[in-house]
């Protein structure tokens, strides 16, 4: 990813611009990145893959969730022992 400093888009903000059209662009202030500008189709993609995901903590989890979790991981282990 190009990155580019926030003097540099106040230079040239429509080269920038541009290039962000085509591919993510870093924005640094202070030597540290502080904005990703990303083509609107890579934040649409970015976005529907966060849809409907919820973080637990293990002991707070759904039962259902924690049933998922432990069939997931024994189908691992059993393709594992497969694979052998």
């Known amino acids: 990813m190009k990155e580019f400093t926030f ?3 106040n230079r040239s ?7 962000a059209l085509s591919e993510p662009v870093g924005l640094r202030k202070r030597g540290k990145r502080k904005i990703v ?3 609107s189709e890579t934040w649409d993609r970015l976005s529907r893959l966060d849809e409907g995901h919820q973080a637990h903590w293990v002991d707070q989890a759904p039962e259902e969730d924690l049933e998922n979790l432990m069939t997931g991981f024994q189908e691992l282990i059993d393709a594992g022992e497969h694979a052998e």
């Open 37 to 39: 500008m990303v083509p």
């Open 7 to 9: 003097s540099d888009l």
């Open 13 to 19: 903000s429509g080269d920038i611009l541009d290039r």
